[in-house]
């Protein structure tokens, strides 16, 4: 965060801090939503650090006497100033301004306290900016190693779907409206469901309430432990937090959260996806969570959030064709088990 080192403690430094530092309390162990550094640009040599790193924000008031405003005034053209001027506009994000996949973000407005009020106000809009450049960022990390295709291809070709998958997961269920994949390591346990259902036509009823029951119902019969009675379940004794998003183009809810194991000890983060598909008339939930005791945690959620960002859905088949796909696949169960 590039900012005089006399407004370290003023009102815009703190929302910022707020904003982009925030702890992430649906970990197991909480860290920031990301780690700040304060750097007062004194000098060119300050500026060609700050250039070089991979998320940088330059934050003052427009007319101020600071190095870093008059640096704002330098990147910001006339008629935009007048934007910030008339209350207009605060916040201009930029990206691969000096170096590829890097995300900058020039916060102003007439006075610090105006400049705090509105980079609160914009709390999720500044979030989700940031976001969706680290999530691709993310998934040129994750699939540089290598993808699973020829399961991606099975699920697109059997189920109507896919996403991308990352080289070391492995197809663990796979039944007609449910699978799992995943990556059983000893010491870090990832998985991944997604469930669907046909023929939705109405999803007034779609809201938290009942994509937790649904995923806690879904957990209890399908994630279970090696326990007798032992299932995954969600720990609602911490936060589960849910918001309404608009995901891949489509009308969903993500909630983040911890899980924890039924008569048994284990426990981790989750991040759940549910989302209306309107031209297949189907709903998904897909679920990606993580047992990995040693771990820092919020790493893995991202790239779980990465992965999930990669969804498809076949626009080519009628829902009456993805029926038949359901009635197929179930009618292999049933002679498999015969």
Same mark, same amino acid.
């Given at each position: 965060?590039?900012m ?12 910022? %801090?707020? $904003? ?6 649906t ?5 920031? %939503?990301?780690?700040l ?7 060119n040599?300050d500026?060609e ?5 991979k ?7 427009l007319?101020?006497?600071t190095?870093t405003?008059a640096?704002l %005034?330098s990147?910001?053209?006339?008629p ?13 994000p930029?990206?691969?301004k ?6 900058t ?5 007439t ?20 976001m ?13 190693r290598g993808?699973?295709v020829?399961?991606?291809? +099975? ?6 779907w896919? &996403?991308?998958?990352?080289? #070391?997961? +492995?197809?663990? $269920? #796979? +039944?007609?409206? @449910?699978i799992?994949l995943?990556r059983?390591?000893?010491d870090?346990d990832?998985?991944?469901? $997604? ?7 109405n999803?007034?009823?779609? #809201? ?7 995923r ?5 019969? %399908? ?15 911490? #936060?589960? &937090? ?7 183009? @489509?009308y969903?809810?993500?909630?983040h959260?911890r ?5 048994g000890?284990m426990?981790?983060p989750f991040v759940n996806?549910t989302?209306?598909?309107p031209?297949?008339h ?7 969570a ?9 790493? @893995? $959620? ?7 960002? +990669? @969804?498809k859905?076949?626009?080519t ?9 359901l ?5 292999e ?6």
């Amino acid at each position: 965060v590039i900012m005089d080192s006399t407004k370290w403690d003023s009102q815009s430094a703190n929302a910022i %801090r707020k $904003v982009f530092g925030s702890p992430i309390t649906t970990l197991p162990s909480e860290q920031p %939503r990301f780690d700040l550094h304060f750097l007062n640009l004194k000098d060119n040599s300050d500026l060609e650090f700050a250039k070089q790193q991979k998320n940088v924000i330059f934050a003052a008031p427009l007319n101020d006497s600071t190095n870093t405003a008059a640096y704002l %005034r330098s990147l910001l053209s006339k008629p935009v100033q007048q934007l910030v001027e008339s209350g207009k506009n605060f916040a201009f994000p930029l990206r691969n301004k000096w170096y590829r996949n890097q995300w900058t973000l020039l916060l102003t407005s007439t006075s610090d306290s105006s400049l705090a009020h509105r980079i609160l106000d914009s709390e999720q809009q500044l979030l989700d900016n940031i976001m969706t450049v680290q999530r691709q960022r993310y998934q040129e990390q994750i699939y540089d190693r290598g993808e699973q295709v020829a399961v991606e291809d +099975t699920l697109w070709k059997e189920h109507g779907w896919k &996403i991308r998958i990352e080289h #070391d997961y +492995t197809l663990d $269920v #796979d +039944t007609a409206d @449910f699978i799992v994949l995943r990556r059983s390591l000893p010491d870090n346990d990832r998985w991944i469901w $997604v469930w669907w259902k046909n023929n939705v036509n109405n999803i007034d009823y779609l #809201d938290p309430q009942w994509v937790n029951a649904t995923r806690d119902s879904l957990n209890e019969a %399908r994630i279970q432990g090696t326990e007798d009675s032992a299932y995954v379940t969600t720990e609602y004794r911490t #936060d589960v &937090i849910s918001r309404t998003i608009t995901f891949k183009g @489509f009308y969903g809810i993500v909630t983040h959260g911890r899980w924890r194991m039924h008569h048994g000890a284990m426990g981790g983060p989750f991040v759940n996806y549910t989302f209306y598909v309107p031209y297949q008339h189907r709903l998904y939930s897909m679920e990606f969570a993580e047992f990995a005791p040693r771990y820092r945690k919020r790493r @893995f $959620v991202r790239e779980f959030e990465a992965m999930a960002y +990669t @969804f498809k859905a076949d626009s080519t088949l009628t829902p009456a064709q993805l029926a038949g796909k359901l009635l197929r696949k179930s009618d292999e169960g049933q002679q498999a088990k015969k």
